[in-house]
Every structure is written in structure tokens, then in C-alpha cells.
């Protein structure tokens, strides 16, 4: 038996709750890893909530980072005692996550533990910040540099966004915030925005062009955000798009495309190839200053899961939750 939380779906309704857990729930894997650390995301939080249809079998273990060492291994990549961390994978969605004491896992999910990090500062990094990282290469690689213009970054008080500014910003790039509490401007510009603009700009119902405002954008927010980010991006600025916190849908025109040939970079963090996800963490070792991630993150404990997530759901929680598994 270990500790976890287990979420269950059954006629007695959906619930999430911090239990013993047997062993014999975990799936099939080749590798088992004790958990140090995990993470609660906004997807985490959904999931725990029921408030979106994240979970796909139940009963579930929710968590889709996580950090510890290896318990046992049946593959030669791995070995008793290493330090290893997963992000995405549908894990914490169809296959048990890392909330809780003891992961079983595939071992093609799994990194090597960077050592320019402690298990902590990985998970105070984790999807969040990994995903920001890849938004950024994204950005690089076509063509986007300081030198372009303003960067601007949706939902810039979450994970995704907190760590946005600070990479960016690290790199070079002047940093236009959008959020909906403009009473953390202090703390987006001690990140390093520039600038911070109050997200009901963005959030409604806008034109197909718009004036031209920022060479690119990250955005974690969809919906009638995004569309209107892409109307007002610069000819020939570059989105990436990895978020859907206002939604899924994408009320816009083909009008930036097609006239300022915008581009607008889809941006997966759960399935990325194995080369994706290690030149990511790569750069984050040479990027990243460790002070950030004290500034990003919070520390919970496992049993205090279940009504952060609550909290996080409704906007109350500013960038990183990490959560010591054993505490």
C-alpha cells in the first residue's frame, strides 16, 4: 500500500480523494519509480475536480509530472536508485500519475533527472516551464529575435506564462504581459515584462486584422484571445499556441495568415518525441536562473491536493504549485 490520490467515478458520483492506495491499481510498466515530488497543473486540477473531461478511466491517480528514483527496472536504460522525471504522456489522464507515492511507468516516458537540478526545482520547472521552453524554440525557429519586437504572453500569471517572461526576457526579449490581475504587475515585471496589459483586451469578440502590435506571442489562453493575438501580430510574426484556458474554440479569420503571413505554431507538450523534450531541458540548465523558481513556485503537501486544486480552478493560485509527495 502507498499513499496517493485516487480518483473514482462510480453511482455514487466523482470524487477525488487522499487515500491508501494497493499497488495492484498500477498499470503495466517497466519501470517503478518512487515518488519525491509531483506538481499540480491547471489539467491536474481539472481532473481532480471533475470540471473538465481530462481523466479518461477511473479509478485514476492524477499527475502529469513527477520526480523520484527508480524502485525497479526491467529495462537497461534504467537502474535501481536513478534520479528520473516524466512529464505528459498521457500520464495522469489513461495511465496512473504521479500524485501519489509510487509510479509504475513506461520507460521510453522517461529522462534522466538533469543534474543542474534539484528534484524540486524539476518539479517547480515542470510541464509549465518545459512547455514554455518549447514555445520559445518554437519561436527561434522561425526566425523570431529580440531584435523583431515585442514578445507578448497570455495568462501571464500562470505556470506556462510566469516562465515565459522569465526565459524570454533572459534571452533578450522585450515582454508584454496579459493577465487578468493587474495587481501582480509587480511580479510579472520582476519576471521581466516590459509592459502589462489587462487581459479584457483580448478576451472578447475583436476584428479579423488588427493593428499591428508584437514580432510574436505565446499564448496559453484560446479562444477569442488567441484570435485576437494572431489579428494584431506583426507581418510575418510567428504564435505558438499551447493553452486553452478560456477555451477551445478559435473564433478567427484566415486574414493574419494569409495577408501578414503569421504563423501560428501548434505546441504539444505530452507526446513530444524523446529529442524534443531533452533539448528543452537542456536549454532550460543553461537558461534558467534557480532564483526564478522560488519566485514561480509554492510548496503543498499531497494532503492539501484536492482544495488547491479547487483554488487554482478559479484562478486564485499564481505559477507553480509543487508538492512533496512524502510530507
Not at 471533475?50 to 485514476?60: A, C, H, I
Not at 488588427?210 to 499564448?219: N, T
Not at 488567441?226 to 499556441?241: D, E, F, H, I, R
Amino acid at each position: 500500500m502507498f499513499q496517493g490520490i485516487l480518483i473514482e467515478k462510480d453511482d455514487q458520483g466523482y470524487r477525488s480523494t487522499v487515500t491508501n492506495i494497493n499497488e495492484s491499481i498500477l498499470p503495466e510498466g517497466d519501470v517503478t519509480v518512487n515518488v519525491s515530488h509531483s506538481t499540480l497543473n491547471y489539467k491536474d486540477a481539472l481532473a481532480i475536480t471533475g470540471k473538465g473531461p481530462v481523466v479518461r478511466s477511473f479509478p485514476m491517480i492524477p499527475g502529469i509530472d513527477l520526480v523520484g528514483t527508480v524502485e525497479h527496472s526491467d529495462c537497461d536504460k534504467f537502474k535501481v536508485g536513478d534520479s528520473v522525471l516524466l512529464n505528459g504522456f498521457g500520464v495522469g489522464e489513461t495511465h496512473c500519475g504521479g500524485l501519489a507515492q509510487k509510479a509504475r511507468l513506461k520507460s521510453e516516458w522517461l529522462i534522466p533527472l538533469p543534474k543542474a537540478f534539484s528534484p524540486r526545482q524539476a518539479m517547480a520547472i515542470g510541464t509549465a516551464c518545459y512547455t514554455a521552453m518549447l514555445c520559445v524554440i518554437a519561436l527561434e525557429k522561425n526566425g523570431i529575435t529580440p531584435d523583431k519586437g515585442d514578445i507578448l504572453v497570455t495568462g501571464a500569471n500562470g505556470g506556462v506564462g510566469s516562465f515565459s517572461i522569465a526565459i524570454l526576457a533572459k534571452l533578450g526579449y522585450k515582454v508584454v504581459a496579459s493577465t487578468g490581475r493587474l495587481d501582480e504587475a509587480d511580479y510579472l515585471k520582476k519576471l521581466g515584462a516590459t509592459e502589462v496589459i489587462d487581459r479584457n483586451t483580448l478576451s472578447e469578440p475583436g476584428r479579423p486584422l488588427g493593428k499591428e502590435r508584437w514580432a510574436g506571442a505565446i499564448d496559453s489562453v484560446g479562444s477569442h484571445t488567441l484570435a485576437n493575438v494572431c489579428a494584431s501580430t506583426q507581418y510575418g510574426g510567428v504564435v505558438a499556441a499551447c493553452g486553452l484556458a478560456q477555451g477551445m474554440d478559435f473564433p478567427a479569420t484566415v486574414a493574419p495568415f494569409i495577408l501578414r503571413g503569421v504563423t501560428l505554431a501548434g505546441i504539444d507538450s505530452v507526446m513530444r518525441p524523446l529529442a524534443d523534450r531533452i533539448e528543452a531541458w537542456k536549454r532550460l540548465a543553461l537558461i534558467l536562473d534557480p532564483s526564478v523558481l522560488e519566485d514561480i513556485s509554492s510548496d503543498i503537501k499531497l494532503s492539501e491536493v484536492v482544495n488547491v486544486a479547487d483554488d487554482l480552478i478559479s484562478g486564485k493560485v499564481r505559477g507553480r504549485v509543487v508538492v512533496e509527495i512524502n510530507q
